[in-house]
């Protein structure tokens, strides 16, 4: 397949079309306006439906509606945007409604700033909404991951029967780079027979709810998501790893930092130090134990942590990840600013002298 | 080969179009290819500007702090931008619109008056044609005949009369290609 210039938000709202987007609900954004733009325009020549909405709120609870009634239905926004949907996200986790969010990061906290940020990972991969629930977390670092995941997430959430979630930031909306459509993975999907679309001589009417006023149903609920939960964790559990089989140094990234360490890891290898890129592509399911068992081999001495983040978020996968079994170290940039290669590079080899001066100890 | 690449300006100076261009001639003649623009208050009014990469080889990060080449369409993109220029490198300078020499004695400096020969020719919009005509041959690193066959395909039905000036534009960048040391207008008549 020849190969396309695409810029990231035009790709993500074309992606979506290609998997059977039925109905876009949406707000502008910046840095994820285009997403919206595009869709307007395509996905009522699609036979979809477009609806800007009144607010982000509107949005996420149009695509409860969408969803319930058995179409593939998708919004998107920026960060500040996402934090308003939270309550619509656990209402559709708990009616186990498919359905797929786009979170195009910036700096926040707050309304931040419009340029890139990491600072929802937590957000994302804990949950915004109250009560048990996950998102299945997709995190591409380029825009031909976008593109895959986006037509993915739409599979994904209905073998589930779950919200799945693709972040990215705003430079890989921003940006343009070449792509290729290629096919992804069939999957066996389940008919929709819970869909709120008629009754079609079934004995019973179909009803999309999240409230259980008696507690043991509650909690089978809750015991039926647990279970679903835990087959994601088992089956749908993505990462990376780059240039890890020999790495002394293991730089832990995701998104525009994870592609960022790759042009420092050759800085790094060019200058004697022999260092490594672990990618999660899921952010939930977290790799935990690919994480775990690179941290335990015995040529690494020091993970290096990088994220758009001041506080570090990720992190705490890490280090539940690792467990103590080697020391980690952070590098962090929040309110849109983007770590540099010269920077990363300066913190693997400062991370590197500290181990060796310490042998190695935490 | 590995060009990272600056192209900044003010707003309607077709800086993001430059990038574009030379993505898309990369693109055509087999690199990998990334554009990644500034879309921040800036673009409002004000210096825009992107960042592009050409590569033979899988590109990593799309963003960069010093460039390989500079494309400065006004003088606050020389002040921003210029310091950071890798030593050794390349700054294009628009000299209809900077009238200060750029100092730096460690980069090969030229002097492009992009406005002034697309006035000359007719229209001002074309000059950032002007401009990407002398990256191509000051540079080498991409074919003018891929440029060129891109201009005639960017350029069709009402627009298509935009083609002969748009050719001519890139055609007389092309002869500032090469070094000229005095910064004015009149530094390349060519």
Known sequence: MAKELWKGNEAIAEAAIRAGCDCFFGYPITPQSEVPEYMSVHLPAAGGVFVQSESEIAAVNMVYGAAGSGMRAMTSSSSPGISLKQEGITYLAASELPCVIVNCMRGGPGLGTIQPGQGDYFQATRGGGNGDYRTLVLAPFDIQETVDFVQEAFDIADQYRNPVMVVCDGLIGQMMEPIEWRPIPKRDLPPKDWAASGRRGRARHNVINSLYLDPESCEELNQRLTVKYAEMEEKETRWSAVNCEDAELIITAYGTPARIALSAIEELRAGGLKAGLFRPITLWPFPEAPLHELAGSGQVKVILDVEMSSTGQMLDDVRLAVEGQKPIRYLGHAGGVMPTVEEMADAAWTAWKEVQQHGGHL | ?190
Not at chain 2, 21 to 34: D, H, I, P, R
Not at chain 2, 39 to 48: F, L, Q, S
């Open chain 2, 1 to 190: 080969m590995k060009k990272e690449i600056i192209i900044s300006g003010f707003g309607g100076q077709g800086v993001m179009s430059i990038g574009k261009n030379l993505v898309e001639a990369g693109m055509a003649e087999g690199l990998n290819v990334t554009w990644a623009p500034s879309y921040g208050p800036e673009m409002r009014g004000g210096t825009a500007n992107c960042s592009v990469v050409l590569s033979s080889r899988r590109i990593g990060s799309p963003v960069f702090t010093h460039p390989t080449e500079l494309i400065a369409m006004n003088a606050p993109s020389i002040g921003k931008f210029g310091p950071l220029a890798v030593s050794g490198g390349l700054v294009l300078v628009n000299s209809s619109v900077v009238k200060e020499p750029f100092g730096r004695a460690d980069v090969r400096t030229l002097y492009v008056p992009c406005e002034s020969i697309a006035y000359e020719l007719g229209n001002p919009k074309a000059a950032n044609m002007v401009m990407l005509g002398a990256y191509v041959s000051a540079t080498g690193a991409l074919q003018p005949e891929t440029i060129k066959s891109m201009i005639v395909h960017m350029f069709t039905g009402a627009k298509a009369k935009l083609v002969p000036l748009n050719l001519e534009a890139f055609r007389r960048g092309m002869r500032c290609g090469t070094e000229r040391p005095v910064p004015t207008d009149a530094a390349c008549t060519a």
